[in-house]
Each structure stands twice: as C-alpha cells, then as structure tokens.
C-alpha cells in the first residue's frame, strides 16, 4: 500500500478516534461529578463496610482495602466530607497516576497534554468509572496491576537495551520494585497472589538470561513471596479451604447452575440431602448464592467429605447439559477477556445476565439518561479505536520498503524507537495476566458474570489500541 494513502487512513481513523475518545472524557467527567455525592449501593460494599470495622477479613479480600476504609472512615467521622468522596478521590488520583506513567514508559507518549488526555479517556470508560467511584477493591487493582506491568516492560526493555549498567544494585531494584507492587496485589484480593506474580516472573527471567546469575534475583524474589504468604495467612480468614479444595469445589459451582438448579424439579437428591428447600429457592433465584449448597454440605458431611463429593456432582451434572454449559463457560471466559462486547450482549437480554443488569441498575440511579447515553458512547468508542487499530496493522503489513519515502521510513524508525507498539515478548504476561484471570474469575464467580472484575483487561485493551493514535496527534 503506498505510503501516502497509508498516511492518510491513520490521519483519518486517528481524527475519529481522538473525538469519540474526547466526547467519552467529557461524558464520563459529567456523570461523575454528578454521582460524586452518592454511595452506589453494592452488596460488595456492605461487607467491606463491615470488615473495615473490626479487620474481620471474610471471602478473598485482602487486609489492604478494609484498613484503608477504616482509617479514612475515622478520620472524616465528623466532616461535611464523606469517607465514600474520600476513597473517590483517592482512587481516581490512583488511576490516572497509573495510565499516566504508563503512556509514558510503555507507549511512549511524549507531549503532557496528551498523556493527561490518555489517562482521562482511560479512567473515564463507563466501567472504570464505576469502579474509581465506588467503595470496591477493583479500581486499586487495577491500578496496582496497571504500575506493575508498567515496571515489568520498562524493566525487561532496560536489560534487553541498556548494556551498561549492570550492578548487583540494579537487580534488587528491580525485582524489589515489581514485586513490591506483587506484595500490594495479593493484599488487596488473593487472586493476584497468582496474576501478580506472572509480570514479576517474567522480569526475573530477562534478568537471569542477561546476566546468567540466579540467586540474587531469586533470593529477593523469595522473601517476598515468603512475606506474601505468611501476610495472606495472617490477615484472610477466607473460608478455611485450600487452593486445591477451593478449585475441586469450583467445579462444581460452575456446572450446578445450568443443571441442577433450573427449577426445584432439576434438584438432585443428594443435593437436597445437604440443605433446606428455602436456601434452594434462593440459589435458584440468584446464581451467585451457590456457594452456600457448599457450606450447607460442610456442615451436614464434613469438609473432607464434601471437598471429595464435589467434583462428583459436577460431572454429574456436566454429563446431562455438556453443550450448554460449555457454551456458557466459554462465553464467560471470552466476557472476562473482551468485558464491553459480553457486556452489551448480556444487557440486550441474550444468555445468563449475570451481575450486568444489577451493576446497571446501581449505575443509573442518579442519571438514568445520561448513563445509557455514556454506555452507548463507550460501545462506539470501543469498536472505532478496534477498527483503527485493526486497519493502521492491515496497512503497516500490506505496506512495502520500497514505496516507502525517506520521510515515512524515517517516521516508523522515530516510532519504533519510541515504543509507540509493545513487542509481543513485553505483551505475553500482560495478555497471560488477562487469560489466567478470565479463567479464574469464570471457574470462581459462581457462575455469575461481573465486569467490574474484568476492568484491568478493559483498561489495557483500550489502551493498546487507542495508543498509536494518541502519539499521532
């Protein structure tokens, strides 16, 4: 394809996107300062509410978020200001701290203005926003997985380009740093003692194949992850179970749904043999309550029995509605890896709603109009910086070196040396953070779809695709 019409498609799709991404920014900052003085009422909410009163940690929250709300919820006991406002802000600064340096060190983004800009159209997606403006744990995991996967590609293109400077100094900077932010992680929400420690382990092997010395990095690395452990047994309570008993059990909360819990009628006798008719009718009526046929089991057969049963009734179950349950385990992998495109679909009705309708309905509260044009604004958003990012590939691809013009070939060389597009080494434990995740937040969530789990792959996705044309303007 000749360079100049190459020139002009990118000048074109790069125009579209920057305005959509600018009428998003403007709509997002509106809805929030309009939500800024109301609580979205999250059941999520409640029970951290409740944590942060005594540090009684329950379920997969880490110590970091509870403690957090207790210290601000004391010190704005008495003020105009409300302890919520407080936490908005705190997140919200977080956040564009983080989209910042990482349109700086990873993209490559140059002028201030445009960072600023960046950041601001990342934190303003309608999920981001929700999340930066409620009492949740997700926007600070976001934003602490945004910084460490920020070190991590900063790191490994330093060790994989600066040739100068390697001192034993460096090493523990380095690995301190990644895992630091690994340490925040998994004190946050215990899922990120697995997500987390995927970036820090792909900056400890650039280290080692650069500098052929294992134990420093190692050592370091280790102390953490000692830390990590006995600091996550310390604090989460949890519900007693192990990784291992936790995943055989998961199994089972999976597939039950699809099956066993249609209608009374699907109930399987040995199901009922472990709890009452009335926690029944409530699984029934919301999906994300299945966990309880599992502490009904414990108490009336034992753990030990029960972590043996599970995967029993799960195959049981899977064996009469394989198709269907399949389908659906994939649709919610694919939700948690692409979450505006499963959004929207759950939204128009199609499939299992998952928590998509209720996190809308505590959305719109305030301003129903507004958030409904603010969603369809985003699924524009969403496809446009897709689409440009598609074609401005098809055309560097399609185009040659030799209908390049000096200009042109001494633009690509300024781009590259810019990092305006990660390789793919820097991407695989940034898209391995985002699949591993998917896969235990499908085989985790009880069957229920929530996007706000899935807002670091929304973020980084948009973020990847909208970046080149960023650095264009």
Same mark, same amino acid.
């Given at each position: 394809?000749?360079?100049?019409?190459?020139?002009?498609?990118?000048?074109?799709?790069?125009?579209?996107?920057?305005?959509?991404?600018?009428?998003?920014?403007?709509?997002?900052?509106?809805?929030?300062?309009?939500?800024?003085?109301?609580?979205?009422?999250?059941?999520?909410?409640?029970?951290?509410?409740?944590?942060?009163?005594?540090?009684?940690?329950?379920?997969?929250?880490?110590?970091?978020? =509870?403690?957090?709300?207790?210290?601000?919820?004391?010190?704005?006991?008495?003020? =105009?200001?409300?302890?919520?406002?407080?936490?908005?802000?705190?997140?919200?600064?977080?956040?564009?701290?983080?989209?910042?340096?990482?349109?700086?060190?990873?993209?490559?983004?140059?002028?201030?203005?445009?960072?600023?800009?960046?950041?601001?159209?990342?934190?303003?997606?309608?999920?981001?926003?929700?999340?930066?403006?409620?009492?949740?744990?997700?926007?600070?995991?976001?934003?602490?997985?945004?910084?460490?996967?920020?070190?991590?590609?900063?790191?490994?293109?330093?060790?994989? !380009?600066?040739?100068?400077?390697?001192?034993?100094?460096?090493?523990?900077?380095?690995?301190?740093?990644?895992?630091?932010?690994?340490?925040?992680?998994?004190?946050?929400?215990? !899922?990120?003692?697995?997500?987390?420690?995927?970036?820090?382990?792909?900056?400890?092997?650039?280290?080692?194949?650069?500098?052929?010395?294992?134990?420093?990095?190692?050592?370091?690395?280790?102390?953490?992850?000692?830390?990590?452990?006995?600091?996550?047994?310390?604090?989460?309570?949890?519900?007693?179970?192990? =990784?291992?008993?936790?995943?055989?059990?998961?199994?089972?909360?999976?597939?039950?749904?699809?099956?066993?819990?249609?209608?009374?009628?699907?109930? =399987?006798?040995?199901?009922?043999?472990?709890?009452?008719?009335?926690?029944?009718?409530?699984?029934?009526?919301?999906?994300?309550?299945?966990?309880?046929?599992?502490?009904?089991?414990?108490?009336?057969?034992?753990?030990?029995?029960?972590?043996?049963?599970?995967?029993?009734?799960?195959?049981?179950?899977?064996?009469?509605?394989?198709?269907?349950?399949?389908?659906?385990?994939?649709?919610?992998?694919?939700?948690?890896?692409?979450?505006?495109?499963?959004?929207?679909?759950?939204?128009?009705?199609?499939?299992?709603?998952?928590?998509?309708?209720?996190?809308?309905?505590?959305?719109?509260?305030?301003?129903?109009?507004?958030?409904?044009?603010?969603?369809?604004?985003?699924?524009?958003?969403?496809?446009?910086?897709?689409?440009?990012?598609?074609?401005?590939?098809?055309? #560097?691809?399609?185009?040659?070196?030799?209908?390049?013009?000096?200009?042109?070939?001494?633009?690509?060389?300024?781009?590259?040396?810019?990092?305006?597009?990660?390789?793919?080494? #820097?991407?695989?434990?940034?898209?391995?953070?985002?699949?591993?995740?998917?896969?235990?937040?499908?085989?985790?969530?009880?069957?229920?779809?929530?996007?706000?789990?899935?807002?670091?792959?929304?973020?980084?996705?948009?973020?990847?695709?909208?970046?080149?044309?960023?650095? #264009?303007?």
């Amino acid at each position: 394809m000749p360079a100049d019409i190459r020139k002009k498609m990118k000048t074109i799709f790069g125009t579209a996107v920057f305005l959509v991404l600018t009428l998003q920014i403007l709509t997002g900052l509106v809805w929030g300062c309009l939500n800024f003085p109301y609580l979205q009422e999250f059941g999520d909410t409640t029970g951290l509410l409740r944590m942060s009163e005594g540090l009684f940690l329950q379920g997969d929250t880490g110590v970091i978020y =509870p403690a957090l709300l207790a210290i601000v919820r004391t010190m704005f006991l008495n003020s =105009p200001v409300r302890y919520y406002q407080v936490m908005y802000l705190l997140q919200l600064v977080l956040a564009f701290i983080s989209w910042f340096y990482f349109s700086q060190q990873v993209l490559g983004i140059e002028k201030t203005r445009m960072r600023i800009w960046f950041s601001l159209a990342v934190i303003t997606c309608p999920f981001a926003m929700q999340c930066h403006m409620a009492v949740l744990e997700y926007s600070f995991a976001s934003s602490f997985l945004c910084l460490l996967v920020t070190f991590q590609i900063r790191f490994m293109r330093e060790w994989k !380009e600066d040739l100068s400077r390697i001192a034993a100094s460096r090493v523990f900077r380095d690995t301190c740093i990644v895992s630091l932010f690994w340490l925040f992680l998994s004190l946050l929400r215990k !899922e990120f003692v697995l997500l987390g420690f995927i970036p820090v382990l792909s900056v400890y092997i650039t280290i080692v194949r650069r500098i052929k010395a294992v134990l420093m990095p190692a050592v370091t690395i280790i102390c953490f992850a000692t830390l990590i452990f006995t600091s996550v047994h310390i604090f989460g309570i949890g519900n007693g179970l192990s =990784p291992v008993q936790n995943f055989r059990m998961s199994l089972y909360y999976r597939v039950a749904w699809n099956e066993d819990f249609q209608d009374l009628d699907h109930i =399987p006798a040995h199901v009922r043999e472990v709890t009452d008719e009335e926690t029944l009718e409530d699984i029934i009526a919301d999906p994300g309550l299945i966990y309880r046929i599992g502490d009904a089991a414990r108490r009336t057969i034992g753990t030990e029995e029960t972590v043996i049963e599970f995967p029993g009734w799960a195959w049981v179950a899977f064996r009469d509605n394989k198709t269907a349950i399949v389908i659906d385990t994939m649709t919610e992998i694919a939700g948690y890896t692409f979450a505006p495109l499963i959004n929207h679909i759950k939204l128009a009705g199609v499939g299992l709603p998952g928590y998509s309708t209720g996190n809308y309905d505590v959305m719109r509260r305030i301003c129903p109009v507004l958030t409904k044009f603010y969603l369809r604004v985003f699924s524009v958003v969403y496809v446009m910086i897709l689409v440009a990012f598609v074609i401005a590939k098809i055309a #560097e691809l399609t185009g040659s070196a030799a209908n390049r013009s000096s200009a042109d070939a001494a633009e690509t060389a300024d781009a590259e040396s810019g990092h305006a597009i990660c390789s793919i080494g #820097e991407l695989i434990p940034v898209i391995a953070v985002i699949v591993t995740s998917s896969f235990i937040y499908a085989f985790s969530g009880n069957n229920v779809w929530d996007h706000r789990k899935a807002l670091f792959a929304t973020c980084m996705w948009m973020s990847l695709f909208a970046g080149s044309s960023v650095k #264009e303007k």
